[in-house]
């Protein structure tokens, strides 16, 4: 197994196509969502955590929710959780400034508690516009909670990681969060699967050569 261990690397990946103002899009959404009271979740947050990342990047990741050190950072994925989904990411090829990260809720939960419809309902829109605005070639969605709330369904992760999903014209993936590997070690050779799985199929859509057979043969 690869595992997600390993040390920096250099690896540049194609951007999609964007407009030129991609990096404003993004910066006057962030102006108009940063101040967003739609739901109660706006009275509890200390920030507002609306993404960051690579305006033009090919891979955008999307967790549930921040969580305290998010909250407190206004940074996605900074805790624990945030540094193994750097090394996820490194594994995969991608330094953690390549992409873009985000969630779907903005404001943190407060005790971590799932999303409520409402929230989701009230945040939705701010997420579907950022990838309108980035237009990713590959969403990787982490864990269930997240899943299940972006595909509007209640399957299981079992049925839905480790290949490709299609939903609003994207091509998706889904592995487990990171949060769950850190309670469960003995998943992240399943993640180390489902990641390949996604490598594969954007080395074939961006035609490039996979990350780990170019590392492998050098
Ligand atoms: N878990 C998430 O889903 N998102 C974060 O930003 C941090 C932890």
Known sequence: MQGFLFDE???????????????TDLRLLFDTAKVCHKCTLAETRQNFVF??????????????APGAEEDASGRPFVGRSGQLLDKILLAAGFRREEVYICNILKCRPPGNRNPLDNEIKSCMPWLLGQLEIIQPKVILMMGKVAANTILNNTLSLGSMRGKLIKWKGYDCFITY????LLRNPNW???CWEDIQVMMRHYATISGRELYTEKRENQ
Not at 51 to 64: F, K, M, W
Not at 177 to 180: C, G, N, R
Request: hydrophobic share 30%; proline share 8%; aromatic share 0%.
């Open 9 to 23: 690397h250099e690896q540049s990946l194609p951007a999609g196509k964007h407009s030129a103002s991609t990096s």
């Open 51 to 64: 993404g960051e990342g690579n305006p033009t990047a090919s891979l955008v990741v999307i967790g549930e």
């Open 177 to 180: 969060h990171p949060a769950a």
């Open 188 to 190: 992240k050779r399943g």
